[in-house]
């Protein structure tokens, strides 16, 4: 059921979607599609993460010290990457501690600053919801070919200027 829910909203045109059809103008339309596409994700992905005691910038905090590995990585340059920049770091930080996701010493040669890196655990962790968030690239992919993806992204870089 779930799925053809999943199905329904993908195929769906926003005007459709939202129960309006009138927008002052393309950009007006674009930019509600964007909204509402960019919850959408974001609601689909918090059900997987709901299932690990994770919110999608735990996830993202999580990916970018696995990708620094084996090396430590200070907090300022977890903030430099963040898709979501607004949210607190420390806070993060001290919930994936708190969870034994990460770790978190002294930088041998700076000890104002602290080092990050990924417990056994975090690894674990991210590597379950690689899973099912996988599932949901797949759906994805179902509806957008290699091409379309190519051209939808460099759109949205282009939209940012």
């Avoid at 959408?40 to 990708?67: A, T």
């Avoid at 930080?93 to 040669?109: A, F, Q, T, V, W």
Wanted: glycine share 4%; net charge positive; hydrophobic share 40%.
């Amino acid at each position: 059921m779930q799925q053809i829910l999943l199905l329904y909203i993908c195929i769906m045109k926003i005007e459709n979607a939202i129960k309006q059809s009138r927008f002052t103008s393309s950009y007006h339309k674009v930019l509600v599609n964007l909204i509402y596409t960019g919850n959408w994700v974001r609601d689909e992905q918090m059900k997987v993460f709901r299932q690990f005691d994770l919110l999608p910038q735990h996830y993202n905090g999580l990916r970018i010290i696995k990708g620094h590995m084996p090396a430590p990585i200070a907090p300022k340059d977890i903030k430099e990457v963040l898709i979501d920049k607004a949210g607190d770091l420390t806070r993060l930080l001290d919930k994936l501690e708190k969870n034994g996701l990460i770790k978190r010493n002294l930088c041998p040669s700076n000890r104002r600053q602290m080092d990050i890196s990924m417990t056994d655990k975090g690894i674990r962790t991210l590597e379950q919801v690689q899973q099912p968030l996988q599932v949901f690239t797949d759906m994805i992919q179902k509806h957008l070919s290699d091409d379309q993806a190519e051209t939808l992204s460099d759109l949205l870089d282009q939209l940012r200027g």
